[in-house]
């Protein structure tokens, strides 16, 4: 297996007027990648690993994203009429590829494209905003994922925190996006080592099972 654990604190949930130092307080404290929603009528691009791009357009941003300087650039499948073709311009443009799918799209709609990107993003919330209740009926994707997928980085993100983040390892999830469980704890540091002691663990348990 080649995927890590890797723990994403959500800037969604942080002070954005603070947010230089809110995002080095979060890499201070031990996360892996900064996850930046952008959506249309919000902020504009930043520089910062993980764009989830909630907009209805999505080709539009590739430039303006690869110019801020992010490495990865996260779209929605049903934002497209032509996953392939963006797909190609992402990568020409210096960034790795995410593909997310909400909770109403099928994971079998995503499959054709999973040998093309480098992420496969399961929402666990409806995309738009912060502090919504984790849907755990969305696991089963994460695991037919994992299954036909062994060594595909998958993401979720919405509502995970302590008290969801197993059912997500377990499930086969390896990137966790968390928000207000994060951000807004009193001690962020070992919420995120909770987090990610927990998806190393499934992650060892996973392969100790093949």
Known sequence: MVYTAKIGPSVLSSDLSQLGRECERMMECGADYL??????GSIGPEPFFDMHMMVSRPEQWVKPIA???ANQY???LEATTNPGNLIKEIRESGMKVGLAIKPGTTVEELAP???QIDMALVMTVEPGFGGQTFMEDMMPKVSWLRSQFPSLDIEVDGGVGPDSIHKCAEAGANMIVSGSAVVG???PR???ALLKNV???AIQKR????
């Open 74 to 76: 996260t779209f929605h």
């Open 190 to 192: 070992s919420v995120i």
């Open 199 to 201: 998806v190393i663990e």
């Open 35 to 40: 996850h930046l929603d952008v959506m249309d």
């Open 185 to 187: 704890s009193d001690d």
């Open 113 to 115: 494209w999973a040998r």
């Open 67 to 69: 110019a801020a300087g």
């Open 207 to 210: 392969s100790l099972d093949r």
